[in-house]
Every structure is written in structure tokens, then in C-alpha cells.
């Protein structure tokens, strides 16, 4: 079984990840906050093939998750806090009067909206510094995560998956660049990833797909591994399908693909190709080869076949 030393290991190497090319291929331009729907993915991840760890990792507490707004100021008001900080809210008072003039929230009531953020926030702060560098899950998505674990468990067509290794680190040299992969579900002639998701159907799915490029990391371990097949094991809480990899979508995310567009500007009109990034231009990129004007965003998802 893996350990959190052996994943941070893994993360401090210096070979470059699928992650690291993506970032150079968008110019440095991506960076962005983690969602609840990754947050929720990497609980899945942990609960479903690493459960040992789940307490290093995670904190689960007892009460409601609030609205977003209300975590994303607590996360505001911890770093404006500095090192100091207590679990009860109104031992910030000075602290908190000087922030929320940095925050939109309800300025139009300068006189209440202390009280009414202290009220709204105080469980979630509470939780926030007793966590340590844990991340914060509720009761009801430990309860939902856990019977979406059992119904895959107990799904004796996916018996065979869980006969692998998983969030296995691995290693390759590939155009003269050191690589590296954090599989989840490694077997002899098959890689499986899981992907959680939050929309109602495949079809929805392949458009997230699409749009995060799955098949660049899908290509790229797929020759880091040296399988003959890959999967996606795509997760909803309410439904889950295991989804073949075609190899047209390997190819895709090799290489990536040239498109030609047209656009309008009064009455002149103009052509122009753009390609649509694989992780070997990543791998170029690195060599020092530069390629052609490149945009990002995959629309592939229609050519799943």
C-alpha cells in the first residue's frame, strides 16, 4: 500500500508530470482554485483505493457544507489572519472589520453584515482551523461516497479491477524527457482511471471530457505504462460507467489535431488553422521545438467511437 511519504515522493521528483506539460503548453496562463466536484473526486480516489490514508487526508466533520461564498471568505479571512488564529469568530472582531471592506458581501448593510457573516461562517471557521492540512468533507459526502464505493465493490463486473495496483508512481524517458504518471488502477495489459463527475450522463461527460482534455493524461500513460488498453472509470453518485478508450482519442492526445476556422470582420474574412495541443507538443516544447499557434480546447467529444 501506498504512503503519503511515497506519493510526496512522487510529486517532488523531477521528471514532469502530464500536469507540468499542460502548463507549459498554456504558457503558464491555467492556474486555477480547485472545485467542490475535485474535492469530492480526490475523497472518491482516497476512499475507493487508498482508504488507509483517508485520515491523513481528510477531516470529516458533523455539520452542513455552506454555500461556497461562505468557504471561499472563511479561506480569505484565515489567510488575513496570519498564524493567529481562533475558533470562535467574534475573538476576530478587529480583524474582521478591517477585511470584509476587501469583500462584496452585502455591502449595502455596512451595520450588519459583521454579525451576519459571523453567524453564517462561524461552524465552517471552527472546522477550518481544527483541521490542520487536512481537507474539510461533511457526513453526508463521507455517507454518499461510501455507497458509491460499495455499489462499485459490489459490482461483479468490475471484479477485475480490483485485482491492481493502485495510485502506483511510475517512471519513463520519452523524446529525451524524464516523465512520470500517478496511475490509479494499474493491471498487467490495462491502465484504469477514475474520473468523478457531477453531470447527470455520459453524454454530458464527454463534453467535460473535451474540454479538460482527458486523452492528452490518457495518451501520456498509456506510453509511459506500456498497456495494451485504457479505461475511464467515469463515477457519478448516481450512476458510474466503465468507458473503453478508443484509439482515435489516444492518438488525439498523442498528437493532438489541426483544425481550419474561418472568421468574419465586416465584411473581410479570414482563415486559419489551430492546433489543438498532445502531450507531444509538450514534449517538443521542452526539446525546444516550437509548434504552431495552439489553442487548448478540445472538441472531440461527438468522434467518442
Known sequence: MISLKQIQ???????????DLKFLLSKGTKAFKPSLATLLGSYLDVMLLTPHLKDEVYYVVDINRP??????????L???CW?????????????????????????????TRVDKFIEEA?????VLVQKGEREIITAVEEVETELTVMSLRSNSDLDWL??????KPFYWTEEGIACKGLGDICLEKVYVDLKYTTCNNLRDWWKVCANLNYPFQM????????????????????????????????????WGYDVDKKIRIGKVEKEFELHYNGYRDGLNLLNGVVSTETNDELYFYNLNG
Not at 122 to 126: A, G, Q, S, V
Not at 162 to 167: C, F, R, S
Request: charge should be negative; include cysteine.
Open 78 to 80: 484565515y489567510k488575513w
Open 219 to 254: 495518451a501520456f500513460y498509456k506510453s509511459g505504462l506500456g498497456v495494451e488498453k485504457c479505461y475511464w472509470l467515469v463515477v457519478n453518485k448516481n450512476w458510474y460507467e466503465l468507458v473503453e478508450v478508443s484509439e482515435l482519442m489516444l492518438q488525439i492526445g498523442k
Open 122 to 126: 462561524k461552524e465552517w471557521w471552527k
Open 83 to 111: 498564524n493567529i488564529h481562533n475558533t470562535d469568530l467574534r475573538n476576530h472582531l478587529v480583524e474582521i472589520e478591517d477585511w470584509i471592506q476587501t469583500q462584496d458581501y452585502y455591502k449595502n448593510r455596512p451595520k
Open 9 to 19: 515522493e512522487y510529486r517532488d521528483h523531477e521528471s514532469y508530470a502530464q500536469s
Open 67 to 76: 454555500t461556497q461564498t461562505i468557504v471561499d471568505m472563511c479561506e480569505s
Open 162 to 167: 480490483w485485482k491492481g495496483e493502485y495510485q
